[in-house]
Structure formats: structure tokens, C-alpha cells
């Protein structure tokens, strides 16, 4: 018998993917691979960013009678995972910015030339706003970091200091 997990997007447009049985258990077969059943599973393709779980469907197998197709249904039911919704949805992903060039039929290759220019300085500056941007974030002082490196300082020093008033030599008479 075939099982499908269904999963709704936020439009309520419905996707199906086939359950298949591993040694770690149940697991959805995609297109990427094997992957865990869960709640949420995000995707940018997908409206809202994310898909729900809905439940599962169950393909009738030909010359199966209604009965034994029900049993083996209940009998699959209890053996699946159920996922369990999480206190707050994911968070979708914001999609990178589009820089294709649109250029109305009949154009001259200088405007091409032009768009194509204007599209590159564009992407440019955006790349540099996220480069400042990083560098930014990453040079900001933490001041937990400081303290825990003030700290470990102090250790170290803490370990090289002699102990005692002073050094102490042994002289030796006669040598």
C-alpha cells in the first residue's frame, strides 16, 4: 500500500509526497532525498515560504478487498509519525533581489549596453551595502567576549607569577 503525506501552503494549494519505511523509521521520499516527516517544511517555491502537514492518504491496492484495505489503513496509522505543530510557524526566508534585465523588443544594442550597465552598478551596490553591513556587525565590540578574554588573561597571568617574595638561588660551595 502506498502512503502519501499531504501538506497544505498558506493559499491551500495541496502537496503530496510518498512515505517510505527505512531502518530510522519513516521517512518522506523527495526529489532532494530522504527526510524526516515534520510539521513544517519550508520551501521558497511554496506560498508563504513554508507547507503544513495536513495528514495522510492511502492508495487502494487493486484486488484488495474494503476490509482488509481499512485494516492495513488502521494498522499503517498507528505505525506513523504524527508530527507535532510547533508553538509558532517558521519564519519564511526573504528571496534575493531579481537583477534581470528587462528590455522592451526592438531596443538598440546601445540601450542594452545601458540596462546592462545600470543592472551591474545596481547589484554592485547592493553587494557592497551587504558587505559594509557585515563588516559592521562583525567589528561591533561584544562585551562578553571582552570580559571572558580579560578573564582567561588573568588566569594565565595568575599561573606565570612566582610564587612566594622572590627567586631563590642555590649556591653551592665549592664549585
Not at 482488509?68 to 526566508?93: G, I
Not at 544594442?109 to 551596490?125: D, P
Request: aromatic share 10%; glycine share 8%; net charge positive.
Amino acid at each position: 500500500m502506498k502512503v502519501s503525506a499531504i501538506y497544505l501552503d498558506t493559499q491551500g494549494t495541496e502537496y503530496s509526497c510518498y512515505v517510505t519505511r527505512t531502518d530510522h523509521g519513516f521517512m518522506l521520499a523527495t526529489a532532494h532525498g530522504l527526510r524526516p516527516i515534520t510539521f513544517y517544511i519550508e520551501g521558497s517555491d511554496v506560498a508563504g515560504g513554508y507547507v503544513q502537514f495536513l495528514d495522510y492518504r492511502f492508495e487502494r491496492q487493486p484486488g484488495l478487498r474494503v476490509c482488509d484495505y481499512f485494516e492495513s489503513m488502521n494498522q499503517l496509522r498507528a505505525q506513523l509519525p504524527w508530527p507535532q505543530k510547533p508553538a509558532a510557524p517558521p519564519t519564511p526566508v526573504q528571496s534575493q533581489e531579481d537583477f534581470r534585465l528587462h528590455v522592451e523588443a526592438g531596443d538598440s544594442f546601445r540601450v542594452l549596453q545601458e540596462a546592462g550597465a545600470k543592472g551591474e552598478m545596481e547589484y554592485r551596490a547592493s553587494r557592497q551595502r551587504a558587505r559594509q553591513y557585515a563588516l559592521q556587525t562583525m567589528n561591533e565590540p561584544d562585551a562578553r567576549k571582552i570580559a571572558a578574554g580579560l578573564r582567561v588573561n588573568a588566569e594565565f597571568a595568575a599561573i606565570r607569577k612566582p610564587r612566594g617574595k622572590g627567586a631563590a638561588f642555590i649556591v653551592k660551595s665549592g664549585e
